[in-house]
């Protein structure tokens, strides 16, 4: 017996759900569809604006994060 596609589990699925699942269903589905975040473009206004000391802290900040403590386990 062959695997139903996803497409069939899908309906199949959908067509058990009540009409406002099925809505919300749907509503979902079309938002997978729409861009997320926001342009490139519009982030350059803030280009240069963090002072390179407050960079080199947050960069410190990060590096610390990635370190492993082995005797922590």
């Given amino acids: 017996m062959a695997t139903p596609s996803i497409k069939e589990q899908l309906l199949n699925e959908f067509e058990k759900l009540s009409p406002e699942q099925q809505q ?25 604006r963090i002072q390179p000391d407050d960079i080199k802290r947050m960069e410190e900040a990060i590096e610390d994060c990635e370190k492993i403590d082995l005797n922590e386990w």
């Fill in 24 to 48: 919300q269903t749907l509503d979902f589905a079309r938002s997978l569809k729409r861009p997320r975040g926001v342009p490139a473009r519009s982030l350059l206004k803030y280009a240069g």
